[in-house]
Each structure stands twice: as structure tokens, then as C-alpha cells.
């Protein structure tokens, strides 16, 4: 889901989608939180998933492989036809911003946001993690990943708004503009996803290069790991 570039970001994301776009298989640690917190710490090996900008449905299958039953929503066209591949009508074009409150009638064991979150303004981000808090059932878990300022992004950026998202303008193999709500810190991400509680607070680089200055950098990003009580 790529929420910050309006119709412009969404055709562009389209076409990429249509060339093979989007993760093919489940990433590290997608993996790792399942094995070690989902299944070992949590015994949660079943149930529904709300998948919130769930591309082309890789991580719903992997979800799905293991036993639960996954709903998910993204913008772009191209991605949900993908998904819908594998989660068939319970996967669902919305448009930017859209409220998903009511959307599938049903509450969830895990909702579920992979590199989403940070594509929405301080407001709606507010709203989505309340809308996704309701959406959970008692009990029920949230994975929620945001790009912190460390990521190589976060040297990129060209424009500070008043609505808390940064422009960030890359060059060379990503070339594009887009608009990210970074993190600062671990105090700063409770504060973003309360009112659940916190379980666990973590990061994840998947791939890092510190020099030259002008490569990609780090891809820093927090993993919050929270409840419904």
C-alpha cells in the first residue's frame, strides 16, 4: 500500500505491480514473528488475519499456510487482483484513506500492517489504528511495522508538513517521490498504537549499506507488537 502520492503514486504502483512488483516470498521477519511470538510465545496458530495493505497476498498466503484465515485491503488495483489469487473476494480494493471499519463482518485474532501504517497523515493514522483496534476482538494481537529515521530514507527528505509526513524524493534505482510518517523512537511508536498494550518493541534491517553516502542506506524499520485487553 503506498498511501502518500494520490492518483499519480497510484498508476505508477499499478504498472509496477503489473511487472512483477511486491515481495514473492514471505520476509524474514514476517517468519520469525510467527515461529517465535505468534506460535511459541502466544500458542496463536489459528484464526482470522486482517492483512492492512496487503500487496500482492504473499504474506496472506504464508498467514494462510499456517492455518488462519486471512482478509485483506490495499489501493492498488493491480495488487488486490493478484491477492485475490489467493484470499479470493475477502481481499478488497479501498480507496486512499477509506474508512475499513466496517468492511468484513467479522473481528479478528490478528491485525496486521507490513510497511503500510507509514503512508497516512498524523490523522488518519490515528483513525486507521483506532478502526484497527475495534476491528480486533479481545484478546487479539497487532503486528505493526513503521520506517524510522534511521532508514536511508530519512536522508532523502526534502519537505517537512504540518500533517507529520515528510517528502522524501529518491534517486537512482527507486527514483520516485513519496511521503512517509517517520518514527523517532520506541516512546514515540507505544504512544502511536496505544490503546494497545504493548507486548514487544523491536526493529528489523533487512539489508543495509552505509557507504558511499549516496547508496540506499539502512532500512531501518520498529516492530510493535501489541494486545487487546
Do not use: W
Amino acid at each position: 500500500m503506498r498511501g502518500g502520492g494520490g492518483v499519480t503514486s497510484q498508476a505508477a504502483y499499478n504498472e509496477k505491480y503489473a511487472k512483477g512488483y511486491g515481495v514473492r516470498y514471505p520476509e524474514g521477519h514476517i517468519i520469525r514473528f510467527y515461529e517465535r511470538i505468534l506460535k511459541y510465545e502466544l500458542g496463536l496458530t489459528s484464526g482470522k488475519v486482517f492483512d492492512f495493505g496487503c500487496g500482492n497476498g504473499t504474506h496472506a498466503e504464508y498467514f494462510q499456510s499456517k492455518g488462519f484465515e486471512v482478509y485483506g485491503v490495499d489501493i492498488i488495483k493491480e495488487a488486490i487482483a493478484q491477492a485475490q489469487g489467493i484470499m479470493g473476494e475477502r481481499a478488497k480494493l479501498i480507496e486512499p484513506n477509506q474508512s475499513v471499519a466496517n468492511l468484513f463482518d467479522t473481528q479478528f485474532d490478528l491485525v496486521f500492517a507490513n510497511q503500510s501504517l507509514y503512508y497516512l497523515d498524523n490523522a488518519n493514522l490515528r483513525r486507521q489504528v483506532d478502526e484497527l483496534y475495534s476491528m480486533t476482538r479481545k484478546g487479539g494481537i497487532c503486528f505493526f511495522t513503521m520506517m524510522s529515521r534511521q532508514n536511508g530514507y530519512g536522508k532523502c527528505i526534502t519537505k517537512e508538513l504540518e500533517n507529520g509526513l515528510s517528502e522524501v524524493t529518491l534517486s537512482g534505482r527507486l527514483n520516485e517521490q513519496s511521503y512517509i510518517r517517520f518514527v523517532n523512537d520506541e516512546s514515540e511508536l507505544k504512544a502511536i498504537f496505544a490503546p494497545f498494550k504493548t507486548l514487544y518493541i523491536g526493529e528489523y534491517r533487512a539489508f543495509d549499506l552505509y557507504e558511499p553516502y549516496n547508496s540506499e542506506g539502512s532500512s531501518h524499520h520498529y516492530m510493535f507488537i501489541g494486545q487487546k485487553e
